[in-house]
Antibody, heavy 127, light 108 residues
């Protein structure tokens, strides 16, 4: 079974660092881009960025560039989302998802929808 | 950035009725790279439609997508009790990829 399993809920204080994870199984982890999506409480979905675990090539939404770091360790089929200094506004549920489709060399982006989703990691930042 | 505007915000329908959800883009969506997702309360989103009109694996044929350019539609032919949820459209043709704000389909 193809699945993404995310790390558990976190409660942090402003200014602290955090890394959450997303482990893939049941498929070739290095062959599909992984996307990260934020959902703030009671709000909609926001695309944060993507990474290709095969070579750790990454892209970020301008809204999240410089705010988070996306990485991957292909040896353990795991992608990560990292913050150096959390803010209260980072309180949200974060999802990872596989990006299906093909790589468009002209644009430098994969062309695919978010096919398989992790269960989500709830992050609460509060003093 | 392409802004996706979904309408209506809330759709109140009875089981067995037809639901029509709209997604309008602020500029043309490249090659109909548009997807629809369903999200139930407390759950992760689920891919329903990609490429504007292709159903994802395991999605019942009561769900259909159509449209091109700037206007897209998700149709649920006969609502089942499990279809009451929030639906999001997303474009993945132009970076940054963007989502609509969602349409909630609720039981009338």
């Amino acid at each position: 079974e193809v699945q993404l399993v995310q790390s558990g809920a976190e409660v942090k204080k402003p200014g602290e660092s955090l890394e959450i994870s997303c482990k893939g199984s049941g498929y070739s982890f290095t062959s599909y881009w992984i996307a990260w999506v934020r959902q703030m409480p009671g709000k909609g979905l926001e695309w944060m960025g993507i990474i290709y675990p095969g070579d750790s090539d990454s892209r970020y939404s301008p809204s999240f560039q410089g705010q988070v770091t996306i990485s991957a360790d292909k040896s353990i089929s795991t992608a990560y989302l990292q913050w150096n200094s959390l803010k209260a506004s980072d309180t949200a549920t974060y999802y990872c998802a596989t990006v299906s489709g093909y790589y468009d060399f002209w644009s430098g982006y994969p062309r695919g929808a978010f096919e398989i989703w992790g269960q989500g990691t709830m992050v609460t930042v509060s003093s | 950035e392409i802004v996706l505007t979904q309408s209506p915000g809330t759709l109140s329908l009875s089981p067995g009725e037809r639901g029509t959800l709209s997604c309008r883009a602020s500029q043309s969506v490249t090659s109909s790279y548009l997807a629809w997702y369903q999200q139930k309360s407390g759950q992760a989103p689920r891919l329903l439609i990609y490429g504007a009109s292709s159903r994802a694996t395991g999605i019942p044929d009561r769900f259909s997508g159509s449209g091109s350019g700037t206007d897209f539609t998700l149709t649920i032919s006969r609502l089942e009790p499990e279809d009451f949820a929030v639906y999001y459209c997303q474009q993945y043709g132009t970076s940054p990829w963007t989502f609509g704000q969602g349409t909630k389909v609720e039981i009338k």
